[in-house]
């Protein structure tokens, strides 16, 4: 059973910059959540998105957007790069008969560090 | 709107001394409950979780949460402690309304001394 995988694992970005983080979800999960994690505090959801359309929202603004593809892979866009933006960026995937209780299985993440 | 609560940023303990790390929650529907633990550099793991049922769980490397309804917590224990312990650990909660978000709390970090 392959596990949720991220890409890239580190990139730096320049202020005003775009960047996109790509994850696939564990195997037989149809659900994808995108969290960000600042240093020394914990994840904050910014969205999640289910049978390609977004399910939910964080407080997060319109710069932060995603896609979900056919075979439930996700990517997290973020445009206008601010040096606020600088975390780590987890995916985490949910299976269909555990998505209602919240349970997520997270991948290893994404540092982005924005200068 | 639903809150995590994680009462200590940090707990330093001695080796094979007892832990409680706190998580206190805000929510005026029912819950389920987690407790997540991050390892440097790493994503999250699932450590417990309470859905219904007992509300005493257990997880496979000797940690236990108990929810209490009354007193909206979710503490987690373990009665002794290893090093491989030290880590970030993270309460979360979900509403039991259908919905799609898990909040978490800002974390707690276990530090194992020798």
């Known amino acids: 059973e392959t596990g949720v995988t991220q890409s890239p694992t580190h990139l730096i970005k320049t202020r005003g910059q775009q960047v996109t983080l790509r994850c696939s979800s564990q195997?037989?999960?149809?659900?994808v959540s995108w969290y960000q994690q600042a240093l020394g505090q914990g994840p904050q959801f910014i969205f999640q998105y289910y049978r390609e359309e977004e399910n939910g929202r964080g407080n997060f603004p319109p710069r932060f957007s995603g896609l979900q593809f056919p075979n439930y892979s996700s990517e997290l866009n973020v445009n206008a790069l601010e040096l606020d933006d600088s975390a780590l960026y987890l995916c985490?995937?949910?299976?269909?008969?555990?998505?209602?209780?919240?349970?997520?299985?997270f991948g290893e993440g994404s540092r982005l560090t924005v200068l | 709107a639903q809150s995590v609560t994680q009462l200590d940023s940090q707990v330093p303990v001695f080796e094979e001394a007892p832990v409680e790390l706190r998580c206190n929650y805000s929510?005026?529907?029912?819950?389920?409950l987690f407790w997540y633990v991050q390892y440097p550099n790493q994503g999250l793991q699932l450590l417990l979780k309470?859905?219904?049922?007992?509300?005493l769980v257990e997880s496979i490397n000797g940690f236990e949460a108990e929810f209490n309804k009354s007193q909206t917590s979710f503490h987690l224990r373990k009665p002794s402690v290893h090093i491989s312990d030290t880590a970030e650990y993270f309460c979360?909660?979900?509403?039991?309304?259908?919905?799609?978000?898990?909040?978490f709390g800002a974390g707690t970090r276990l530090f194992v001394k020798a």
């Open positions: 309470y859905l219904s049922g007992s509300t």
């Open positions: 195997s037989g999960h149809n659900t």
């Open positions: 985490a995937s949910s299976h269909p008969t555990s998505v209602h209780t919240g349970e997520l299985f």
């Open positions: 929510s005026s529907v029912s819950v389920y």
């Open positions: 979360a909660v979900s509403e039991n309304t259908g919905g799609f978000k898990t909040i």
